[in-house]
């Protein structure tokens, strides 16, 4: 059987790679940044700390703590100024994080003294630390202490408001719509009352794949195979959204006409037709600034699709850089291959001990066994690995 596919899996990444820009710039409070990314580098607005502060709770000292004691006179609380100032012979009682007395120049540790009728005595040796946070130690303001491209996780979003800022200038996320396309599909909870009907397993799972590489899911139809439903449905999906998702309808049937029905809207193909297995169907083009992806129906080949190209662009649409979606690693195989192909092959695949089994059945339109892959891996076309083989993998 001949594969008319021509374009490599490569050659299409680098088209794709070439279009997938970020696509601009806005400003967003840091109570909705989360998960955002940098497109400029955060900068300390102050010093933290902004005043040398005690790092345990415990009495501020003007010099060493003598065997007789020291007078305790007054108490120093975290956010509060203290106006007075420590003599020889004088303490403070102070907490953790409040600004260390005039005078003072070392903290000991309340389990290292003992408080009676007003003065404070050592129990055990003196520490050799002062126990004080120096001003501007942690950060220092007008310092950069978030890079551009940082994605604002929980730990980014600590240091991002301990640097004062309340809004930080993020690249703005990819939004896409998903429309799916076929008869014979249903929502999912429906199929049973339908004779011939199949659920469509790819709209929501496509807009979490979306979500989970950066992208602000929008909304899915689900159309029949009708030329103008789906030019009507496109054109008003590409009103909101950045990148347009079509499930089915991809391939050479009397029936696929996703293609065709966006060309009256301007589409121009930048590839189709590749030299993969699965996924030869699918394709890429653009209607002005908008992105279009067309996947195959068949729910493997449409997700293993979605992971080597949909992520890529939505990561770097999104300001990350494209090839951070496609960080291969090689896991040894512990299980046997079918026969070679003629096309450069992405296997579904899991973890297992001291290696990756490849997934038996690999049908395009298999779904059962969907769930439990966790990796893709890749064959060059023609390659035939033996059991023991190092192989690049992907996680899926």
Known sequence: MTCNATLSFDATLAILRAAA??????EIPLDKAGRRILADPVTARIDMPRYDAAAMDGYALAGALPDTGARVIGAVYPGQAWAGALGAGDAARIMTG???????????????????????RPTAPPSARTHIRPRGSDMQAGSAILPAGTMLGPRALVTAAAADRGKVMCWRRPAV??????????APGSALDHANAVPDSLSQALLLLARQWGA????????????????????AALGACDVLVLAGGASRGDHDFAKAALVPLGLDIRFADIA???????????????????????????????????????????????????????????????????????????????????????????????????????????????RGALLNCLDF
């Not at 820009?21 to 806005?26: F, K, S």
């Not at 007395?101 to 007003?118: C, K, Q, S, T």
């Not at 690693?329 to 579904?348: H, W």
Request: hydrophobic share 45%; proline share 7%.
């Open 21 to 26: 820009i970020p696509l601009g710039r806005e």
């Open 98 to 120: 409040a600004a260390l007395p005039a005078g003072a120049d070392r903290i000991i540790p309340l389990e290292l003294v003992a408080e009676a009728d007003g003065v404070v």
């Open 177 to 186: 719509s998903v429309i799916a396309c076929g008869d014979e599909l249903t």
């Open 216 to 235: 602000k899911p929008l909304d899915a139809s689900l159309l029949r195979d009708d030329v103008a439903a789906i030019r009507t449905a496109a054109e």
């Open 276 to 386: 993969m297995k699965p996924g030869k169907p699918a394709w890429y083009g653009r209607i002005g600034q908008r992105h279009v992806l067309g996947l195959p129906g068949n729910p493997t080949a449409a997700m293993t699709v979605a992971r080597l190209f949909l992520a890529p662009l939505l990561r770097a649409t999104g300001g990350r850089d494209f090839d951070g979606a496609l960080r291969w690693r090689e896991y040894r195989l512990v299980n046997d291959l079918d026969a070679p192909s003629p096309r450069e092959r992405f296997l579904c695949a899991r973890r297992a001990d001291h290696g990756v089994a490849v997934i038996e059945r690999q049908a395009a339109s298999d779904q059962a066994r969907l769930a439990q892959a966790d990796l893709l891996i890749r064959i060059e076309s023609g390659d035939f690995p033996e």
